[in-house]
């Protein structure tokens, strides 16, 4: 028997998509400190090595936000951000390019191909955090699961709910 308990509506029952952040950079130390950073978060990342990698993935996973450096092999972030933004079904997505290069010109080239933001390496990860949350909504992972005597514990931004199962 499974009982629930709701604190607000009934749409807690309906499955909720969680966003999905694409993260493409050939350095992994990059990808697994942008997946650290938002493993707080309610955000499933998707990391790729190279450009050809990302621009499929676009494709298939269908991101709601794409991070993406620009030199990289097999298929640079350019290439990446000009494939993103001359398709219909994807120039939605927002790109943020995260670049060690170091040229003035660059920013605004970018922001002319298409990009919706632009950091420089190292990038503090409060101001990636506060880029990636002009895009897409980054809730914390504020709820606990307790699977102590069949109870589980879960809470979205504004509502609760326990799941009760009878053995």
């Not at 499955?15 to 493993?39: E, F, G, H, N, Y």
Request: with cysteine; aromatic share 6%; hydrophobic share 35%.
């Amino acid at each position: 028997m499974k009982e629930q308990i709701q604190a607000a509506s009934t749409d807690l029952l309906e499955p909720t998509s969680r966003t999905t952040i694409l993260c493409v950079d050939d350095d992994p130390d990059i990808t697994r400190a942008i997946q650290k950073i938002l493993s707080n978060y309610d955000v499933d990342v998707i990391s790729d090595c190279c450009g050809r990698l990302g621009t499929w993935d676009v494709y298939k996973k269908k991101p709601d936000l794409i991070i993406t450096d620009l030199r990289m092999p097999d298929g640079d972030g350019q290439h990446l951000l000009a494939e993103v933004k001359v398709n219909a079904q994807t120039s939605h997505i927002p790109v943020i390019v995260l670049t060690g290069q170091r040229d003035a010109h660059l920013p605004g080239q970018l922001r002319h191909l298409g990009a919706a933001s632009f950091l420089q390496k190292p990038v503090h990860y409060t101001s990636l955090l506060a880029e990636i949350g002009r895009f897409v909504s980054l809730t914390s992972l504020d709820w606990a699961t307790a699977n102590k005597n069949g109870l589980v514990y879960k809470q979205t931004e504004s509502q609760t709910f326990v799941e009760y199962e009878d053995e």
